[in-house]
Structure formats: C-alpha cells, structure tokens
C-alpha cells in the first residue's frame, strides 16, 4: 500500500510539473499552439468601424460647388435571432414581426408592404443574419423611422455623389459610379487619384453583448479626403451659354 500511495503520489507530482509547465508557458509567451491569445482576443472583443474618406469637391472659378457629396443612409435589419441572445430581461434586437415591421416601413422607404414583407420573410428562410431594404436615405428620413423605435432596424452612414446643377457641363465634369467606386467619364475620371480619399478607422473594444468597456482602449485611424478640383468654368456664364444654345437649336431655321 506504501508502495502503491508513493507512485500514486509521483504521478501526481508530474502531472502537476506539466501542468504548471504549462501554464508558465503560456503566461510568459502569449502563446498556445503557436497563435497568439492577444490576436484572438482582438478577433472577439475588438471592432473595426470604417471611417470613410470624402472625395474632393468639384468646384467652378466662383467656387460654386459642380459635384460635392452627400451624406445617406443605408436601412438594414437584422433577422437572425441570435442577436439577441444574451442581451438582458430578454430584449429583443431583431425582426421579430416582420408584418407589423413592414407596415411601418413601407411608407417611409417608398415601397409596398408585401414587398417589404416578401424580402424579410426571404431573408428569414435564407437563415441570412441581415438584409439592406433600402438606401440613399436622407437624415431627415432616417429621424423619422428611428422615432418609430422599431426592433432589429439599424443604420449604416453612405457618402453619395452629388451634382447640384444636373447636366450642367456633364460633358466636362463626368460621373462618378457608386458600384464601381471610381470616376468612370470626364474630370470625376481623369483627376482620379487626386479627388478619391483613403479610408480611415476606429478600433473599439466591446463585450460579448455589443456594449462599449468603460475603460476601453480605443483607437482612431483618421481618414486622408480627396483633394477638391477648381476649374475654370463659370456656372452662371455657362449655363446662359446652354440656354441660349438650345434655343438656338429650337427655333426653325
């Protein structure tokens, strides 16, 4: 029995060696199997919020703005339950009902109900954690749903290009293509590289919830805009130019 309680007692010592081993290791290095526990815990409790550069303002020899940007919004819900789970006293953070939800949307975003109703309800069956409705929505639109204080809607801040004047000197300036990301046609073309900006971001700390540490490290790349273009155009000599222009081209000759 000596015999036997003394190699008992041995193993145990050994195992308690490679244990505290172990855990020496890992506390010195940082380190299991080679991946670091600092990375994977930025992975879980760190967020990468995009800052978006702006892209430089086209403007004319007067300095009135021919193609600036816009700020919108894009209306997502999230329809997956699990963005729920865990909050507290039950709060739901989805689409719950997807009826009423759409009943009060449709109004806003200018579309029919069932339609509204049709895309949740697919997005639902697809087993798809969220779905964007709508976009290009103004601020004064996005107030106005916010109010309704509806469960599982959330926004995300766009920047659109604008063009105040319409056609005016289309031909010169260009366009610029919001799928594509870059000026396709004209000035918003050619001066690319001096009229995009560069992303930024902010990097936050959160728990497993969503909600911000009180003391947590946070930490902001700022975004570098596009240089603004002035051109040599008049706006007010230009537009009487196309006016009397076509009108020239109206009258019988």
Same mark, same amino acid.
């Given at each position: ?95 719950? #009902? ?116 009180? #003391? ?38």
């Amino acid at each position: 029995m000596n015999r036997g309680a003394a190699i008992l007692s041995l193993i145990f010592m050994l195992l308690f060696l490679i244990f505290f081993s172990r855990f020496l290791y890992i506390q010195l290095t940082g380190e299991i199997n080679n991946v670091s526990l600092d990375e994977k815990a930025a992975e879980k409790y760190d967020e990468r919020i995009k800052i978006t550069g702006n892209r430089g303002v086209i403007y004319d020899r007067n300095g009135e703005v021919v193609a600036g940007n816009k700020t919108t919004f894009t209306l997502i819900a999230y329809v997956d339950p699990s963005r729920s789970a865990g909050f507290p006293n039950g709060e739901e953070k989805h689409v719950v #009902n997807t009826v009423e939800t759409a009943s009060q949307l449709a109004p806003y975003l200018s579309m029919d109900e069932n339609k509204v109703i049709q895309q949740l309800d697919q997005a639902i069956e697809a087993k798809k954690y969220q779905i964007e409705l709508s976009k290009k929505l103004s601020y004064f639109t996005k107030q106005q749903i916010e109010s309704l204080h509806l469960k599982g809607i959330d926004f995300r801040e766009n920047s659109t290009r604008t063009y105040p004047n319409g056609v005016f000197a289309s031909h010169v300036i260009g366009a610029y293509s919001d799928k594509e990301k870059k000026g396709i046609i004209g000035i918003e073309e050619s001066l690319e590289e001096y009229l995009t900006g560069q992303d930024g971001y902010q990097i936050v700390e959160r728990d497993q919830l969503g909600f911000l540490f009180p #003391n947590g490290d946070i930490e902001i790349n700022e975004p570098d805009n596009g240089a603004n273009v002035y051109l040599t155009l008049d706006y007010k000599i230009q537009t009487y130019l196309d006016s009397a222009i076509n009108e020239a081209e109206s009258k019988e000759i």
